[in-house]
């Protein structure tokens, strides 16, 4: 993968770059209806949707971090929001115990000042980052994405953050760069659990460089317009939408590039039910449950029967192109 | 009043009753008022199956606890702490086949052929229910005390089902701390049973003689 340095001279755009033609054909539309006067009322719609974008109260527990509405592709979803206290309450942070209460219990032990976020490996420009620095590399933005769970439970979060595209091109990986290995954070003294036989740790996850750069991809600091609460992954995790949530680690501490698929913690704990891609994807089952379905977390009512889930959790039409042609039921 | 005496009181049962029912009605009182935290449906479902396995336990824990102690008043309680698992066992199942599969009977049968821990403890339940449907006295008479042992006996690798299907739904997570607090306790209880056995087969005339109330 090329990325654009000051020092590079002519690059050819990547394949990813293109416009492919479907979209470039609806461009033409687009202006073809600017032609006819219709525009006005197609236009109409298109406003209206930022008119009715829900505004994320701020739960008003922790410090604000505001972020601007994103201009993303597909990253801002109109689904309601869950409630914070929800999302708060029900999380998987292993490093605080196996019970989905515990995060929201113990980590409030986590020091999350001083941090630093150290990128290594095939890079032109390692450095060991201050979380203060990641903080103002880009200018925070406000994405509202789906979580689906590989449990089989789904929640609507308004994240804040920014691409991890912006800190990737910062660094300047190198050509033979092909993966992003996500360490995160693995304290016996501030994290009980870390010992555990539950999993290796560090918690350790990572993603093919391609997905790394998707524009969707965010290195997030914060949910609800505030910065991330501990059991969340404070001070900054990985937001991966269109994956199962585990792919999304938490208080990252290292980025590694490399030219190998790093092993990661679930693929090493169980390879056969999870894989390295672990995209969201209703037709491979998990090999104890069927992923067909959800349920979204304080919406669906105990006696509603379950969401359909989505392809790559609703963001096929931005992603699906990371994946043409290569068979899901043997990359799950 | 003594403990034996305590446990011949004619209100004694009534009292275990409304006590094995307490769970249920603490998961009906906090469905109703959610307070079953942000994942209702998981939480019933988990619940149902976690007191199946700690009145699994308390029922096989009556005759060891009869003989170690010498209390045979403690028999009283047997069938209906028994008929508790069975009522804790349906409603694990019905919860799951409401909550998570919709009652969608072709989605739960699917599910069963696919998935070997449901599988498991689907097994346990079916295996379950001769036991819970031949649990009054006229059945014992019809059947006979010895057949109807027999079938009894059946709880014995029930309870296995029960342990395995709770390992496999962890194993995922390789989290097996829980399992194994349930899995030594049935192992202790069931291998009692065995020495029990074992010393009966090598000593009939003595333990006739010594223990002749404990027979079953």
């Known amino acids: 993968m090329l990325i654009k340095t000051d020092n590079n001279g002519y690059i050819h755009p990547a394949s990813s770059e293109i416009t492919p033609h479907g979209i470039y054909q609806q461009r033409r539309d687009l202006i073809k209806l600017m032609a006819t006067g219709a525009a006005g009322a197609a236009l109409a ?14 739960p008003g527990k922790l410090a ?79 994405r509202i994405y789906r979580l689906r769970c590989v449990e089989g439970w789904s929640m609507v979060i308004p994240w804040v953050g920014y691409s991890l595209a912006e800190l990737i091109k910062k660094v300047a990986p190198l050509g033979s760069a092909n993966y992003v290995e996500f360490i995160t954070q693995a304290d016996p003294k501030t994290m009980p659990f870390v010992g555990s036989r539950v999993l290796d740790w560090p918690y350790v996850e990572a993603l093919r460089m391609d997905e790394a750069m998707h524009p969707l991809t965010l290195l997030s600091f914060g949910m609800y317009g505030e910065v991330l609460p501990n059991q969340s992954g404070a001070p900054v995790r990985l937001v991966v939408p269109w994956k199962y949530g585990f792919k999304s680690g938490k208080s990252i501490v290292k980025i590694r590039f490399t030219d190998k698929e790093p092993r990661t913690a679930w693929n090493k704990a169980a390879a056969n039910e999870y894989g390295f891609y672990s995209n969201v994807n209703p037709n491979v089952d998990h090999p104890r449950w069927s992923q067909a379905s959800e349920r979204r977390i304080g919406e669906d009512g105990l006696f509603a029967k379950k969401r359909k889930t989505l392809m790559f959790n609703g963001y096929e039409a931005q992603v699906g192109q990371l994946y043409a042609g290569m068979d899901l039921k043997k990359n799950y | 009043m003594t403990p034996a005496k305590a446990l011949m009181h004619p209100r004694a049962k009534s009292l275990v009753f409304v006590l094995a029912l307490l769970p249920f009605v603490w998961l009906i009182y906090g469905a109703l008022t959610d307070r079953l935290g942000a994942n209702p449906a998981e939480y019933l479902i988990r619940a149902g199956g976690d007191w199946s396995l700690r009145f699994l336990c308390i029922t096989l824990a009556v005759t060891p606890l009869r003989a170690l102690t010498g209390t045979p008043a403690l028999a009283r309680f047997r069938r209906m702490l028994g008929l508790f698992v069975y009522f804790y066992v349906v409603l694990h199942f019905l919860s799951y086949s409401w909550f998570d599969r919709g009652f969608d009977l072709g989605e739960i049968a699917k599910d069963i052929a696919k998935r070997p821990f449901i599988l498991v403890g689907f097994a346990g339940f079916v295996l379950l229910s001769p036991l819970a449907a031949t649990s009054f006295n006229a059945a014992v008479k019809k059947m006979g005390a010895r057949r109807w042992q027999m079938l009894h006996k059946l709880v014995y690798l029930i309870a296995g089902l029960g342990i395995l299907h709770f390992f496999w739904m962890r194993a995922g997570k390789n989290d097996f701390a829980e399992v194994f607090v349930y899995a030594a306790v049935i192992a202790l209880l069931l291998g009692w049973r065995l020495q029990q056995f074992l010393k009966r087969k090598r000593l009939p005339s003595m333990i006739g003689r010594r223990n002749g109330l404990s027979k079953q």
């Not at chain 1, 719609?45 to 701020?58: F, H, P, S, T």
């Not at chain 1, 309601?80 to 113990?106: C, L, R």
């Open chain 1, 45 to 58: 719609g298109w406003a209206g949707r930022d008119a009715m974008a829900q505004a994320v109260a701020r």
């Open chain 1, 64 to 142: 604000a971090l505001p972020g601007a509405r994103s201009a993303v592709l597909g990253a801002v979803t109109m689904e309601k929001v869950t409630d914070y206290k929800d999302a708060t309450s029900y999380n998987n942070f292993y490093e605080f115990g196996t019970d989905k209460s515990d995060p929201a219990k113990n980590s409030h032990t986590l020091v999350t000042r001083p941090w630093t976020v150290a990128i290594e490996g095939l890079v032109r420009q390692p450095k060991t980052w201050a979380i203060e620095d990641l903080l103002k590399l880009s200018a925070q933005e406000e």
